[in-house]
T-cell receptor
Framework: NAGVTQTPKFRVLKTGQSMTLLCAQD?????MYWYRQDPGMGLRLIHY???????AKGEVPDGYNVSRLKKQNFLLGLESAAPSQTSVYFC??????????FGPGTRLTVL | AQSVTQPDIHITVSEGASLELRCNYS??????LFWYVQSPGQGLQLLLK??????LVQGIKGFEAEFKRSQSSFNLRKPSVHWSDAAEYFC?????????????FGTGTQLKVEL
């Protein structure tokens, strides 16, 4: 079991560029989540999905879009990156409970 | 709305000393409580969780936590800290056991271990 994997691990963007972060899990989990982690602010939920084909907004959804076309994948998109989106992004999944399995993170810098 | 407070941003302890990390939550009903640990450059790993029952819960790596409803606290403890415990620790609270529910994290406590 690879668990939760994230691609890429690091990325540098210029303001206005777009990119997609990929999260994959091989545990047949129904629920998937995207968080961002900023110093002194803990983890904040961006978007989540309760099953294939579903998405929902979290605490800080503005500037991000998500898709869950396949149960095992959850994509996070930035259409026009801004410096305020410089952060570490974590994907997580869960089967049927609040416990989360986390990926290793993606460190994104927007110049 | 539920919230979590970790009052200590940084804590430094000597190797072999005991450790207590504080966590206070705000939620009207029965909370579901968690402690996660994040080593540098890594994702979060679950240390332990409390859903119901015995208020003293044991976790991995020799950690334990005690739920005290009267104090709205869920403090993490370890009797003897090892240098490898240096990491950031996050307390979190959920309001149900459903997978789609909101899991609210505290801002974290950075633990430094002096040799």
């Amino acid at each position: 079991n690879a668990g939760v994997t994230q691609t890429p691990k690091f990325r540098v963007l210029k303001t206005g560029q777009s990119m997609t972060l990929l999260c994959a899990q091989d545990m047949n989990h129904e629920y998937m989540y995207w968080y961002r982690q900023d110093p002194g602010m803990g983890l904040r939920l961006i978007h989540y999905s309760v099953g294939e084909g579903t998405t929902a907004k979290g605490e800080v959804p503005d500037g991000y879009n998500v898709s869950r076309l396949k149960k095992q994948n959850f994509l996070l998109g930035l259409e026009s990156a801004a410096p305020s989106q410089t952060s570490v992004y974590f994907c997580a999944s869960s089967y049927n409970g609040p416990t989360r399995d986390f990926g290793p993170g993606t460190r994104l810098t927007v110049l | 709305a539920q919230s979590v407070t970790q009052p200590d941003i940084h804590i430094t302890v000597s190797e072999g000393a005991s450790l207590e990390l504080r966590c206070n939550y705000s939620y009207g009903a029965t909370p579901y409580l968690f402690w996660y640990v994040q080593s540098p450059g890594q994702g979060l790993q679950l240390l332990l969780k409390y859903f119901s029952g015995d208020t003293l819960v044991q976790g991995i790596k020799g950690f334990e936590a005690e739920f005290k409803r009267s104090q709205s606290s869920f403090n993490l403890r370890k009797p003897s800290v090892h240098w490898s415990d240096a990491a950031e620790y996050f307390c979190a609270v959920a309001h149900s056991t459903g997978g789609g529910n909101k899991l609210t994290f505290g801002t974290g406590t950075q633990l430094k271990v002096e040799l």
